[in-house]
């Protein structure tokens, strides 16, 4: 039985997506206003702190999540975690410093990428960086110490 050339086309076409990381690779409209998108196995998305600050609500969510943290790493600046799901899945989580206190977060599950994980674990992240109060820097105490008075006669 022969194929007709229409279906060639469509068969090179899907191929195609599925190499490019599938339809889920085609960003929707909310992606494009967010700036958070999943391709070729991976999301990425904006971080609103430098990536050193992500750390601790990474950690949080994992925590949620039941994720082990395998390894970490802060090559220039950066942040790289490697780390197991609760079903075995090697996680891959990368920050990187993008422009001043903002970041780009990239994170890959699997050997071809798990969407909604990915997104969970996203928002996760988000959520706890929203709690964590803000860093300030601390000042020096202005208050002076109690003086002993003594009575004057």
């Known amino acids: 039985m022969r194929m007709a050339k229409g279906n060639w086309w469509a068969a090179a076409l899907c ?18 206003i967010t700036g958070v ?16 600050q992500a750390v601790p609500a990474i950690d949080r ?3 949620e999540m039941h ?12 942040v790289d975690i490697v780390a197991v799901t609760q079903s075995g899945k090697k ?3 990368t920050v990187k410093r993008t422009v001043t206190g903002r970041s780009q977060i990239a994170i890959g599950v699997g050997t071809f990428g798990d969407e909604v994980l990915s997104r969970a674990l996203y928002e996760k992240i988000l959520t706890a960086l929203e709690r964590a ?6 000042a020096p105490s202005m208050i002076p110490m109690p003086l002993e008075l003594k009575p004057t006669p």
């Not at 191929?15 to 992606?31: K, N, R």
């Not at 998108?37 to 050193?52: D, I, R, S």
């Not at 109060?133 to 601390?138: I, Y």
């Open 15 to 32: 191929v195609a997506m599925l190499a490019a990381g599938g339809c889920g690779s085609l960003y929707t409209q909310a992606d494009h």
């Open 37 to 52: 998108g999943f391709m070729l196995g991976k999301l990425e998305g904006p971080l609103h702190v430098v990536p050193k």
């Open 67 to 78: 994720i082990t943290k395998r390894y970490q790493a802060f090559p220039h600046d950066n």
């Open 133 to 138: 109060p803000a860093a300030r820097p601390q």
């Open 61 to 63: 969510a994992f925590a």
């Open 91 to 93: 996680l891959t989580l």
